[in-house]
């Protein structure tokens, strides 16, 4: 089991990605990070979000996105959940530079992005059902 947990749900809106980034910056300082550590969080869980708004409701602005992060043993562990329409093929789109919205002008560095800032990275996503993001990144002893 972990230690704590929180669970957040909004919009999917392009003005509720800071609010994400920040709401798991501050659940994640429990754990006493470095700033650079805590950008590196915020970095990633905005380009998660960004990736369920864009692409997993392709700017539907009534979806939800929900964001759960559990602490166990000094780890952090983020899951960015969609219900919208799933990812082709995960192999091909975890390619830097691969884009499916060229139209957007969208750098197709997300997923490069997420697993430069943290530790790990895993993606589970099924056509017309949704993609689900887990990242971890474990912290340094206290002592």
């Known amino acids: 089991m972990y230690e704590n947990m929180m669970k957040v749900?909004?919009?999917?809106?392009?003005e509720n990605e800071s609010f994400a980034r920040v709401a798991v910056a501050a659940f994640a300082s429990q754990l006493d990070p470095t700033v650079e550590e805590l950008a590196d969080i915020k970095t990633a869980v905005s380009e998660a979000v960004t990736n369920s708004i864009i692409h997993g409701y392709e700017n539907s602005k009534e979806a939800i996105v929900k964001i759960e992060a559990y602490i166990k043993d000094r780890e952090l562990t983020i899951v960015v959940e969609d219900q919208g329409v799933g990812i082709d093929n995960v192999e091909l789109a975890m390619q830097p530079l691969y884009t499916s919205r060229p139209d957007l002008e969208r750098s197709g560095m997300g997923f490069t992005v997420m697993e430069t800032f943290m530790d790990t990275l895993?993606?589970?996503?099924?056509k017309n059902k949704g993609t689900r993001l887990i990242m971890k990144k474990a912290f340094k002893s206290l002592s």
């Not at 749900?9 to 392009?14: A, C, G, Q, T």
């Not at 895993?122 to 099924?126: D, G, L, R």
Request: no cysteine.
């Open 122 to 126: 895993k993606v589970e996503s099924e």
């Open 9 to 14: 749900e909004f919009l999917s809106r392009s």
